[in-house]
């Protein structure tokens, strides 16, 4: 059988040219203080979401623009694709 392997941390097999602002925000940091499961946290691929001390942590420097924290929490999370120049390139 074939078994995929992958690395711990995929990141450096990307890159990303990283902005010195973020392009994912939050409409209201108190709605994630009442929310229960905290999706974003386990959906996001990448590890940008991190709960800590009560605060949701972004580490939008980590993110490869999939786009799954805008299907999980449309209501709180805004994300914009990076600025031009910025942002994530695949190599195939
Ligand atoms: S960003 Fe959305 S999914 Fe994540 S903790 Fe806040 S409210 Fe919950
Ligand atoms: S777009 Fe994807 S990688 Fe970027 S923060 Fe959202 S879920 Fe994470």
Not at 10 to 15: D, F, K, N, S, T
Not at 40 to 49: A, G, H, K, L, N
């Amino acid at each position: 059988m074939l078994e995929a392997k992958f690395p711990e941390d995929p990141l450096p097999l990307l890159e990303i040219n990283v902005d010195d602002t973020s392009h994912i925000a939050l409409r209201d940091p108190q709605n994630c203080l009442l929310c229960a499961n905290k999706p974003c946290t386990y959906i996001c691929p990448s590890q940008v979401f991190e709960w800590e001390e009560e605060a949701l942590k972004i580490n939008y420097s980590r993110c490869v623009e999939c786009g799954a924290c805008q299907k999980i929490c449309p209501e709180n999370i805004i994300w914009e694709y990076p600025r031009a120049g910025y942002g994530i390139t695949y190599h195939y």
